[in-house]
């Protein structure tokens, strides 16, 4: 009978203890699929300005954060895009459980200066990796700033992204760190847009409703929008029939 006991014990033990949290925490992601002309585009929604695309056998992270997630429990990369340098955006501890020898990782200049090696990206510059097709954007600061002069980010320093999946199938636009720039006017066949919305350092809700206003996604989800009303938004563009707004976990 003390025998029966102990082995109970020992296996409720490893239940209790030995099974990893992450499977907890992966239930609680929630997840959007579209269909493309090659296949499905999942899109898990990790939280902040966190992200994960998984499209035709790729897995794509978008600034991924230890904080939200344990990386070496999520499936392995194959690309990882960095907008920024900033810590919730750039994280070494994620990077290194996350990356291996075959990904790829896109990042800015400054990102460089602290990890040993990827793909830079500057504004402006097209790329296929992987067979999917990468331009990188402005992402910066106009009017919120640290002190006069100094904004959160300044223009040239940080990256938006606009990724396309299929032939020309499913278009996505995660703007980074940003405000309501005047670039915004140039994307084209936006389906779906990440646009931040975290007061005072990107957009308040009334600069992300302009920025949908301009380039007219069909898909918006607000994110790395931390203690912001998100209703005030979805008020904001209640007219847009257009615009489809969907909000997520994304605080």
């Known amino acids: 009978m003390r025998k029966f006991v102990c082995v109970f014990i020992f296996f409720l033990s490893l239940l209790l203890i030995g099974t990893p949290l992450i499977s907890d925490d ?84 400054l990102c460089s200066q602290k990890v040993s090696s990827g793909t830079v990206m500057r504004n402006g510059d097209v790329k296929e990796i992987k067979g999917i097709l990468i331009e990188a954007v402005p992402a910066y600061n106009i009017k919120h700033q640290r002190s006069q ?7 040239g320093d940080g990256n938006g992204y606009v990724l396309t999946f299929g032939n020309n199938s499913i278009r996505v636009y995660v703007a980074g760190d940003t405000e309501n720039i005047p670039e915004m006017a140039e994307l084209k066949d936006i389906d779906i847009a990440f646009l931040p919305m975290n007061i005072p350092y990107t957009m308040t809700p009334e600069m992300v409703a ?17 203690d912001t009303d998100t209703s005030i938004l979805t008020d904001l563009l209640k007219d847009e029939e257009d615009i489809e707004i969907r909000i997520r976990k994304l605080k």
């Open 149 to 155: 002069g100094h904004p959160y980010h300044p223009k």
């Open 210 to 226: 302009d920025a949908a206003k301009t380039f007219r996604p069909g898909i918006l989800y607000p994110y790395h929008f931390g």
């Open 26 to 109: 992966m239930i609680k992601f929630e997840k959007d699929s579209f269909q493309t002309d090659n296949g499905t585009l999942e899109i898990t929604f990790i939280g902040h300005g966190t992200l994960m695309f998984s499209f035709a056998g790729i897995t794509i992270h978008v600034d991924p954060w230890s904080q939200l997630a344990d990386y070496s429990l999520l499936p392995d990369p194959d690309i990882i895009l960095i907008t920024h340098e900033h810590a919730d955006h750039l994280d070494l501890k994620a990077l290194h459980f996350s990356r291996s020898a075959n990904t790829v990782i896109v990042f800015t200049e």
